[in-house]
């Protein structure tokens, strides 16, 4: 198939959202592009070399643990001229996975929940591809303003975490990471009364994508709203 830069360009997918990935997809075929979608990276390491890919769209968090911050680091390794555009469900990579340290600087970063059409994944796929800087203004007056540390215990929760796992992941007492609680969900804005579960709504928050670091490496790539 031959390209130029407006494509037509082989485009791997990995999202473990079937319906995303779907509707990423299609959409990207109608507009004649040669699309794979992978569940997973294991999945889509199992299929790259025969795809050759010119960019991946890639999630972070998977439901089986996996890092797609660590699989684009594994494929730029060995692909240094692969494109990549993040899909994630949260403002900043860190409330995504621990090592979002690992993303290349030249990511395209997107938000779930900002993309409006298919012309903002076009417009992303356009400006990793190119290395041009993307139009439109980012949202994030709208979210919670974070700092890495709450973002680090925000991802925990999500995942699980007890409060004497977080103590012991931090090297503190539990009674110190009551205190970093009452000060996450202050700055959150959540009731902490005694008829609310401000873990669950700190999680709900988390998942709809609210809440974003300040300072976050995330804020220097490309991000489209």
């Known amino acids: ?20 990935a779907t509707l990423v997809g299609d959409g990207l075929r109608m507009h004649g592009h040669d699309v ?25 968090n998977f439901v089986d643990g996996q890092s797609g911050a660590e699989f684009i680091a594994e494929v730029r390794e060995t692909r240094p001229w692969v494109a990549c555009v993040v899909l994630s469900s949260h403002r900043s990579p860190e409330l995504a996975v621990a090592d979002a340290h690992l993303l290349p ?3 395209v970063y997107l938000v779930k929940s900002t993309v409006r059409s298919v012309d903002h994944i076009l417009s992303a796929v356009q400006a990793a591809m190119t290395g041009r800087a993307l139009d439109g203004a980012d949202d994030d007056a709208a979210a919670v303003v974070v700092n890495p540390v709450q973002a680090e215990v925000l991802r925990m929760l999500a995942s699980g975490a007890s409060t004497r796992a977080l103590a012991e992941k931090r090297g503190t007492s539990v009674r110190a990471v009551e205190s970093l609680l009452v000060r996450l969900y202050g700055t959150l804005g959540i009731d902490t009364s005694r008829d609310s579960n401000p873990r669950v709504d700190a999680i709900r928050m988390w998942q709809a994508g609210l809440v974003r670091v300040r300072g976050s490496r995330g804020r220097e790539t490309a991000l489209v709203s």
């Open 1 to 20: 198939m031959t390209t130029t830069n407006d494509g037509p360009w082989r485009i791997l997918v990995i999202d473990d959202d079937a319906l995303i």
């Open 36 to 60: 794979t979608v992978a569940a997973s990276p294991a999945e889509a390491h199992a299929t790259i070399d025969g795809i050759d890919p010119h960019l991946l769209i890639c999630d972070l």
């Open 105 to 107: 600087l030249d990511v």
